[in-house]
């Protein structure tokens, strides 16, 4: 006898879903989760300025009209605490706690084949047994810290942006380093220059970013968006992103200059990177045309940033737009005319250690109180691997992805019966609106394990022939595009010694979905059932 139908990994707005629609379908469940508290990566990334970058209509359940009806969201874009305010509601609305244990990280888990079942270990040295796996681990939740040496010899308190003090940090009259100047640096680099002595912000790489011109959701808007959520909703399941957006349809290397010139501005007035980088449809295809856009915004860049050479040293160059995640902001390009903020190119002049006072990079030192690192996350497949996942044979997980994660339209991966992944490698997820993405996946495995269990099978898993042409289409998807073209987290380019491989559908939502229709509708074509192909 198995002890449950479905072990879930993690309680974000993935595993707080699946608990939910698998109970539902008359599923026994439980999800562990690490924290002690439930939200996921809204959880773990408290630090000062954390706000997502898609807006507050789009980035919510869309599975209950009622929830959708009576939540109010204040602002345009979710603060950190208001979308973990909105989980803790769902939780208690739909009566998940019994189902969620917290303070429990799942250690490991095996496939056993003879009781076709999963054997899931837990940090407090329990385990159970459960017909299905399924990991809502998350994409962006194993943190990373670079390995700089001296780094234990510092003599202030160092962070990384991921694992904040609940209790919060205060940096007043303190000199303090921030290392790494993505989405995350970019948002907490003026929350800490606000209050600090000084902000030194070292720059490996420019990066992009676009205003989010955020703001109070007013009342009146609300009402009226509210009367035809669902109609929305539908749009955005079909959209190519999980978010309806309006482009001209039109190539921008096609359009008349001052044309382009306009459109861009009135985008940017508006505020928000999907819009601005839909605008027109060559803008991530074509090297020439994602130029256009790039000047519009090295320009923006040069004309807030007072002081010319940090305006140029903030230019980002060497890459396309979008090819890294584009951070959008506010303040902080603005932040730089502020006496107490100075930019460190590490670019040209690499840190080279840490020392109990401070940092010292190739050229020059730096005496801080405090060190900050927003240095992103080992992504995508780093907290899979933080689990010890042996499939059929005992095959680690990590063995079977040593060349790169590979899995038949992110869901399911060959030599891991019963195994499914909210959001994998191989699925549009981190290009998308995560939370329709989500509630697509789970609500896919959910009928999944219904048919399973009405046809009588035992087991599923992806062949290996469906899951090469998968992984095959993602790359030839991906190849015709710029995405692949930056050293980011999107191709495993900041940690050190991950294989380099795309494995993001950037195909569109709409046209993934209904794929993930499809394959059901075939009886789950591209799966062995039974071990039969
Ligand atoms: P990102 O986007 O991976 O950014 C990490 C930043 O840290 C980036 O500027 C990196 O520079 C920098 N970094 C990483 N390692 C180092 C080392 N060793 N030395 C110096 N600088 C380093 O993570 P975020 O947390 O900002 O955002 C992750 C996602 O969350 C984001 O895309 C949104 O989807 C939300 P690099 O560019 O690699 O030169």
Not at 57 to 84: C, G, H, M, T, V
């Amino acid at each position: 006898m198995v002890d449950l139908d479905v072990v879930v990994v993690g309680a974000g707005f993935s595993g707080i879903y699946a608990v939910h629609a698998f109970r539902s379908a008359g599923l026994t469940v439980k999800a562990f989760e690490a924290g002690d508290g439930i939200g996921g990566t809204w959880f773990w990334n408290s630090y000062p300025g954390a706000r997502c970058d898609v807006e507050s209509k789009d980035y919510s359940y869309s599975f209950s009209p009622e929830l959708e009806q009576e939540w109010s969201w204040s602002e345009r874009y979710p603060a950190q605490p208001e979308i973990l305010r909105y989980l803790n509601h769902v939780a208690d609305k739909f009566d998940l706690w019994p189902l969620i244990q917290l303070n429990t990280r799942v250690t490991g888990a095996s496939w056993d084949a003879d009781a076709a079942a999963w054997t899931v270990t837990t940090s407090d040295g329990a385990s159970v047994t459960a017909r299905y796996f399924v990991s809502a681990a998350g994409c962006l939740s194993e943190f990373n810290v670079p390995n700089l040496p001296g780094l234990d010899s510092f003599e202030g308190p160092w962070y990384h942006t991921s694992r904040w003090p609940k209790e919060g940090v205060d940096f007043t009259g303190k000199r303090v380093g921030l290392v790494g100047t993505g989405s995350t640096g970019i948002q907490v680099a003026p929350e800490i220059a606000a209050v600090a002595e000084h902000l030194y912000v070292f720059q490996r790489t420019a990066n992009f970013a676009v205003p989010n011109r955020n703001r109070p959701w007013r009342q009146a808007e609300e009402t009226e968006f509210k009367a035809r959520y669902r109609e929305y909703r539908e749009e955005a399941r079909q959209s190519f992103l999980g978010v309806p957006i309006t482009g001209t349809g039109r190539p921008v290397l096609a359009e008349p200059p001052e044309d382009v010139q306009r459109l861009f501005t009135q985008r940017w007035q508006a505020g928000g990177g999907m819009p601005f980088l839909g605008a027109y449809t060559d803008l991530l295809v074509s090297q020439e045309a994602n130029d256009v856009v790039a000047e519009f915004m090295r320009d923006r860049i040069r004309e807030t940033v007072t002081d010319p050479e940090v305006a140029e040293l903030l230019c980002p160059r060497g890459y396309p737009v979008g090819a890294k995640r584009l951070c959008q902001s506010d303040d902080y390009y603005a932040m730089f005319n502020r006496p107490n903020v100075s930019l460190v190119d590490i670019r040209s002049a690499p840190i080279e250690s840490v020392y109990p006072g401070g940092v010292k990079t190739t050229t020059d030192s730096y005496d801080l109180d405090a060190l900050v690192f927003a240095t992103g996350f080992d992504a995508l497949t780093g907290a899979l691997f933080a689990m010890d996942i042996r499939g059929a044979g005992g095959l680690p997980l990590r063995t079977a992805w040593e060349t790169g994660a590979s899995a038949y339209l992110g869901v399911g991966t060959a030599g891991f019966p019963n195994m499914f992944m909210i959001t994998g490698p191989g699925s549009p997820a981190v290009f998308s609106n995560v939370v329709l993405s989500i509630e697509q996946h789970v609500e896919w495995v959910r009928d999944c394990i219904i048919w399973l269990r009405a046809q009588g099978h035992a087991t599923i898993e992806p062949t290996s022939s469906a899951q090469d042409e998968w992984m095959a289409h993602v790359s030839e998807v991906a190849n015709a595009t710029l995405f692949p073209k930056a050293d980011s987290w999107y191709v495993g380019a900041n940690i050190p010694g991950k294989p380099r491989v795309f494995t993001s559908y950037v195909g569109g939502c709409g046209p993934y979905r209904a794929k993930c229709d499809e394959v059901a509708a075939a009886g789950y074509a591209g799966f062995a059932l039974d071990g039969l192909t």
